[in-house]
């Protein structure tokens, strides 16, 4: 890919995406394998303000050998630095940007069981901490293509060839045009309108059906309100938490969802692959769930502590997406989520309730914000999805017609 | 480079370089140049028995990045959970790894005397920690080519065949042979027997004359004995603490070096070379420095604190060390140092003092072991080098003629 590309790419996520501030700090989080990009990343952090810029390199193949050789205590124990590290974050609220290059399939050898129980126990320090940052920070995820990934997305091209092809495909649907910070302005400016209209509705209830077998219903709560694209920080900075972004989404009510999902794309959870499944809910919880590959992988997910079951997005994607149009299937939920509506498994958005600053989190999830350590994207959107909501009022609006907007 | 030789390699540096021991932790330290080969000797420490095995990686791109951006004061700054590493490091003594890969002169447009004074600044909190370390856990500094340096190596060499040629170099150097393990213990035993005549003879000072114009006296303490190859913790845990080796030295007493000496090898310092240089002492102490290149470099480094200036280390290295007669100039001391006599300056080595394991850090520096936060060797070894020694009887033995082994 052309250098010019990246650089303008790079300056993308340093300003629209975490859009760093004058002396702030930030984290990027990277595997090995796109060191240059990485580099372009943290130069744009630098000269868009940043005091200290810290790349934290991380290998997949290395977190399997750990997972395998490690006894499940060692696995299990989140060090005295590690920690410190996090209670530093807590203090400096850094930028944080994940540069996403994973094989969604990397760590189907290794046992699941071993790594759930070890995200738990390291989990008891980390949320209460992750806790007290939350919507207080800046951050981004966006992708760049490892060469594992971009054999998985294009099986049939040579190794150099599917990296490119998946590069392509990545500034693309991320909006990396001539002027990429324009682009963005003004997809945030439709996104943003789309809110305003549905947020307008008074929406009490969702409605989902589809001829694969989907019929659910989800409640909101009285202040749900639908947020997309760019957001604030409770300290009043603009950042856009993902590149791309397509989605226009609201945390529901926990404990009030009835009725099956089938997925329409297969979910790649903590490296391993989930396919063809649905999930059963019964006042509000996942029940039920089958899988044709992965059905284990996904029952330890939602088992992963109460939350896990319960859900904590809905989100609103167009089956026109320009993701789904494009016709690739990237595994990866950063895009697969853009090209269909979803529902996330887990940890809600405080910032999907009205005037949510004026709440602490205590507050926000007794209102009924889902809490959990995970939150976890699976698309159930298809070509023939309808949406009705009724409004508090009673009546009856269609949101989505086949798939798309109907509205 | 075929991966079962690499294997080999790998094994060789977690059993005889570091010499896990079951249940130890592991830090491999390495640069982004030989992913698969890291993930090797992390899975060889795992074998050997560690308990968790961390792998940090760095990029000297972004070193040099950071030292351009970051102010003085941020750059100067140890963050809180770097410390906390430190200590945590200090309470569980683990092995430690380091895979040099970096460009010789990979920081040669940054400003040193920035780095100089970040490293300065650190060192307040890192050395107390760092000498409750000393001589208490296992570390091996071993290579692995990067793309730049191999072109430094072998500048008429394509990228790829400069890498394969510099990996042949450093795999024949580190004598991994069809048993590496074996060739290493009679190697071992060879040095053994040479610290053993050397320790018998009761030397009181070296001196050291050439043709280049080295003409040079330095004093060893009373209790100095000369050590080479592989060592112990004071826990007893043996292991070898540079692959390759092929030094036998001793730290000279502070304050006792008179006289001039002639580099005869460039010089890598932080990723900058100095070239054709000289030192002269008055009283133990560099008082006179002059270098083709980069003699700011050199002025800064002798002046990093006052014990930088004070030499450390005085190794003997026969001219005909098989790393010398392979021709092969490496910039980068764990070689070069091999392929010649050479000198150090800054910190000294305790366990260069007989019975140090009775001592104090505190009484070994008072009987002269000379104290800094650096530790650079620079070569001195010629072709005619001559080296005398004096002993406590006042005998004069011939210790090196003609740059060789006189006994």
């Known amino acids: ?43 744009e952090c630098y000269k868009a303000g940043a005091a200290r810029v810290n790349v934290e390199w991380s290998d997949q193949a290395l977190a399997c050998l750990h997972t395998r050789r490690r006894s499940q205590k060692v696995l299990s124990t989140l060090t005295s630095y590690e920690l410190e590290k996090w209670k530093y974050q807590a203090e400096v609220l850094p930028c944080k ?10 760590m189907a050898k290794v046992n699941q069981k071993k790594v759930a129980a070890a995200q738990q126990a390291k989990m008891k320090l980390i949320k209460p901490i992750r806790d007290k940052m939350e919507d207080r920070y800046q951050w981004c995820i966006a992708a760049v293509p490892g060469a594992a990934w971009a054999k998985k997305v294009f099986p049939h091209l040579p190794k150099g060839k599917a990296i490119e092809a998946l590069w392509e495909a990545i500034l693309t649907t991320s909006r990396v045009t001539d002027d990429p910070v324009a682009a963005w302005e003004e997809h945030n400016r439709d996104l943003h309108d789309r809110c305003e209209y549905l947020n307008g509705l008074g929406i009490r209830e969702l409605h989902y059906t589809s001829k694969n077998g989907t019929d659910f219903r989800v409640r909101l709560m009285d202040e749900s309100i639908f947020a997309a694209g760019g957001e604030y920080t409770l ?24 009725g099956i999902v089938y997925a329409s794309l297969p979910l790649s959870y903590n490296g391993q692959l989930i396919e063809n499944f649905s999930v059963r809910f019964e006042n509000g919880k996942a ?11 996904l029952r330890e997910m939602i088992a992963m502590d109460e939350g896990a079951a319960y859900l904590g997005e809905c989100a609103l994607v167009p089956y026109a997406s320009p993701i789904r149009e494009s016709g690739i299937l990237f595994y990866n939920t950063l895009f697969d989520e853009n090209a269909a509506c979803h529902l996330a498994l887990g940890r809600g958005f405080g910032g999907c309730v009205r005037d949510h600053e004026k709440y602490s989190l205590d507050e926000l999830r007794e209102k009924g914000v889902n809490d959990s350590i995970i939150h976890v994207d699976f698309m159930i959107g298809t070509e023939d999805l309808d949406i009705d909501a009724t409004t508090k009022d009673g009546r009856v609006v269609p949101i989505f017609r086949k798939g798309n907007w109907a509205f």
């Open 1 to 43: 890919m052309k250098k010019s590309v990246l650089r303008k790419y790079a300056h993308l996520i340093a300003t629209v995406g975490v859009n760093v501030k004058r002396g702030q700090e930030v984290f990027i989080y990277a595997e090995l394998d796109q060191p240059e990009f990485v580099r372009m990343v943290a130069e």
């Open 97 to 106: 940007i994940y540069l996403m290059s994973e094989d969604p399939d990397g």
């Open 235 to 258: 300290t009043g900075n603009y950042f856009n938490p993902n590149i791309p972004s397509e989605e226009v989404f609201t945390s529901p009510k926990r404990g009030e969802a009835e």
């Open 287 to 297: 029940v039920e769930v089958h899988a044709e590959r992965g059905e284990g992988v």
